[in-house]
Structures are given as C-alpha cells and as structure tokens.
C-alpha cells in the first residue's frame, strides 16, 4: 500500500460521505457531515484523547499477554504429546464459546476499570496466536528433523535453536489477526460497562445524541486499528525475514 | 577422533507387507563404500535406519560396528540438501551440532573447518547470500565439526552442477580420509571415482562391485574410472529393464 493510493481512497471515502449527506439529506442526528464530524472531533479533543490513551493501553496490554500466553501454549504443546491430546480439544471448544457472550461476566469478575477490557482483548486473541504458532513448530522440514537426530539434539534445544526461529514467520501471521481482534475485544469490554475509553465515549455520544462525536470516536479508533496493523505489520515482516536469514 | 569401525547389516526391511530388501551388507573400516542402485531399493533406508531415522517401516535383523561399541553418536551425517538453518551465519551453523546438544561450542574451530573448506572469507555471512556449492561445502564444514568416526553421506552432491561436483567430491575424500564413509549415490561415475568398494544393491541381495586398482578419488578421465564407470551403468540399466 502507497501512502499516496492511502490518501486518494480516504478522499474517496469521505466524498462519498458527503455526496449521501447532500442526496438524502439526512438529519445532522442521523448521519453527520463529515466537516460536522471534524469539528466536533476539534471541540472535544481533550476528552477524545484520553479516552483514546485508555483503550490504547487496553488494547497493547491485550495483546502483549496474549500473545506471552498464545506463544507459550503453543510451545508446551509442541513440546509435550500428552499436552497437544488434552489441551487441543479444550482450545477448539472454548473457541465454541462466543467471548462477546463472556463480556458481563468478565465485567463483574474484573470490575469496570481496565482489567475486564484487557481479558476480553487476551481471550479473543489466545486462540490465534496460539493456534497460527503452534502451527509453524509443528510444520517442519523432515531434513532438519533427521540432522537433529543424528547431532544428539536435547529437545529443549532443538525447540529452541530450530522449531522457534522457524515458526516466526507463522507467529507474525498470528499477530497480523490479533491486531485486528484485539480493539474489538476491548470495544465491547467497554460498551458492557466501562467509565472510559472510546468505546465508552461511543456509547455515551450516542445517550446524548452528539451523533457527530459518536462518529469522530468511531473513525479514532479505526485510525487507532489501522495504526496497530501496520505497526505488527512491519514487526511480522521483520520476523520472516530473520527467518529466512535475508533481513 | 577414534580408529573408523566397520559396520555390518543382515537383515530384512518390510513396508507393511512388502519386503523392500532382504540382504546383508559390510562396511569397511576408515574406507569408503559407495552403494547404488535403483531408486526405491532402500538405499538411503539402510543409511536411515543405521543412523536411527524414521524409515516408515519395520526391520527385522541386525545391524553392529565391528569394534562392539554402539553406532549412536559416532555417525555424523550430510544429506542432497545442505539443511542450513537460513537465520545462523556459517560459524553458528557449524556449531549447530554442539548447540542443539547445550554445549558451548568451539567457535575458532569452525572458522579454521570452514577455512579448510575454502569459506573462510564468507564465515559471518547468511546461507541465502552463499551459492549452492558453497552452502554445501558448509555442511560439509559441519559434518566435520562433529569430528565422528563414520560419515554417511546421502547423495550430498547430487543437486550441483558438474565442475562444483567434482570439486566437492575432491574436497570430501580429502578430508573425510581414514573415516568410514557410506555414500548413497545414483551416479555411477561418482562411485567409480570415489569408493574403495562399491555395493550395488537390488532387492534380495548387495553385489560388491570391482574397483579400479588406484586409489581414490580417481582421475575422471582414466581409462579404468571410465570403464568401470560404463560397465556399473550398463549393468544398472539392464537391472531396470
């Protein structure tokens, strides 16, 4: 992606939003303008900024442990037979379990301060870190096998030396979903009850019908998203190239 | 490094129910021992199953080095890929062997090997950078790293091209010298110049086949090497005909 075919699709984008502004000529209530929107993001840019920093936080924290907790299974599991049988079929079933039906529990268990919103960004990510990196230990050259065999390799040294580098690609690929996953499990944390962050603000715009700053938090935390993506984009390129020895 | 063993192998491998070979072979001691034969007769099975590698079968018989002691840990082993881990520059990937057991690993050494080996001016560097015949003088570097009695190569030099063939083949009987040597190859030429003995292995049986009188590696334009050469091929296509 070129900044440049970035900047003539958000063009696009907002002419459009415009254009159906015009054509239908929709209440400011119901659809704002987008110069409406950009004003009203400039007046309430204090209280936008803070609620940003908390889901921010939220989300990084979120995916920091998550992805601690995902790379961590999937190296016990590679590891251990016993735990691959027992744990896999716990994993898939647990993935049955919509987390958006977990958020009030996990609001009444963790409170309405940042706690519930970080487990809610770790569960919904756990699983495909977990399973993309769990996927890249096990799916591995025979011929590496074989050489580690008749080197005496330790197990442990083995995983270490081999089984890991190699799967950083998959891990990046893993990220890569987590990144977008991750605002979305704090979002909801806080629509189900929080006191801060966007999707608080969100929720609040909404009550007072300030349609216009419900649109200019939603469009932060797009931005917020799509800054997270390329961020573990650039990260998930890097591993690949370590990987392959060509960074 | 201790005196090169012998290795002797009787016995029968089955895949489920059919029998890929019934046979017996010996190994001399600190020589090398070409084996050839149609792809599919087990070659490279007997060298797995040796070196304690999944085969995908079942092996009824018995295998033993002639000095008694156990074969594991004295074998090292070289393959058609070089299996260089792309992430390690050349000096880690030769002391791969010592990591991957947790010990520390003798770094000044595996630069003088890859020295020996005339990669010494690429010894920081990745293997994507290297060319083929490079990255498996490098290997071949880490073979010697290990410093083990018996070698058992499986058709290393197969995937390069001619002249960085046989100057690798130079280079291996070179420094492989005074090891037992097992090399599984489809090339008649390389075992005419290479082995001190060459087995041609069929299904029921391991024929060992006449070598020229000089020692090797042999020159590959002498007359013997080539009629040895032509008569191992001839014989190999009138075995898949």
């Known amino acids: 992606m070129k900044a440049s075919d970035i900047l003539v699709a958000m063009l696009v984008g907002l002419g459009l939003w415009q254009a159906i502004v015009v054509v239908t000529a929709a209440p400011h209530f119901i659809l704002p303008s987008p110069w409406r929107v950009a004003q009203a ?26 992805t601690a907790l995902g790379v961590a299974t999937a190296i016990q599991l590679a590891m251990s037979k016993m735990a691959e049988r027992l744990m896999l079929p716990i994993l898939v079933f647990t993935q049955a379990v919509p987390v958006f039906a977990l958020a009030p529990l996990l609001t009444l268990w963790f409170g309405y301060g940042m706690g519930s919103k970080i487990v809610m960004a770790v569960l919904i990510i756990y699983f495909p870190v977990t399973s993309a990196f769990h996927d890249g230990l096990t799916r591995m050259d025979s011929g590496y096998r074989d050489l580690s065999i008749s080197l005496g390799a330790k197990k ?21 979903l987590a990144a977008v996953y991750a605002p979305i499990g704090a979002v909801i944390g806080e629509w189900v009850g929080a006191s801060k962050g966007l999707g608080y603000l969100m929720l609040l715009a909404n009550g007072r019908a300030k349609i216009d700053l419900m649109f200019a938090s939603l469009i932060v935390l797009a931005c917020l998203t799509v800054v997270l993506h390329v961020a573990i984009g650039v990260l998930a390129k890097k591993l690949t190239r370590y990987a392959q020895g060509t960074g | 490094m201790s005196r090169a063993p012998g290795i002797y192998l009787k016995g029968q491998h089955r895949i489920e129910e059919r029998v890929l070979f019934d046979t017996e072979l010996h190994i001399t001691g600190g020589q090398w021992t070409c084996l050839l034969g149609r792809s599919g007769v087990g070659k490279s099975t007997i060298l797995r199953l040796i070196l304690g590698l ?23 082993y070289m393959a058609q890929s070089d299996l260089l881990l792309p992430w390690l520059n050349l000096v880690e990937n030769v002391c791969i062997g010592a990591q991957l057991r947790g010990e520390t690993p003798d770094r000044a050494r595996a630069r003088s090997l890859l020295a020996r080996v005339g990669l010494s001016g690429h010894a920081d560097k990745k293997p994507a950078t290297l060319s083929g015949g490079m990255r498996q003088r490098a290997a071949l570097a880490r073979t010697l790293f290990e410093d083990r009695s018996i070698v058992f190569l499986d058709e290393p030099f197969s995937a390069l091209d001619a002249g960085t063939r046989a100057d690798m083949q130079d280079l291996a009987a070179d420094l492989l010298q005074g090891r037992t040597v097992l090399l599984v190859t489809h090339d008649p030429a390389e075992a005419a110049r290479l082995a001190h003995q060459i087995a041609v292995m069929s299904p029921d049986q391991v024929r060992i086949w006449p070598v020229p009188d000089s020692a090797p590696p042999r020159n590959v334009t002498a007359d013997e090497t080539l009629k040895c050469q032509g008569a191992l091929l001839a014989h190999l296509r009138g075995e898949a005909a």
């Open chain 1, 156 to 176: 442990w040294h083995f995983m270490k030396r081999i089984q890991i580098p190699q799967a950083l690609p998959s891990l990046g690929s893993g990220l890569r």
């Open chain 2, 54 to 76: 999944e085969t995908g079968g079942t092996f009824k018989g018995e295998f033993a080095a002639s000095d008694g002691a156990p074969l594991t840990e004295r074998i090292s």
């Open chain 1, 41 to 66: 993001a400039y007046k309430s840019r204090v209280i936008i900024a803070e609620n940003t920093w908390v889901t921010a936080i939220e989300v990084v924290l979120g995916l920091l442990i998550g």
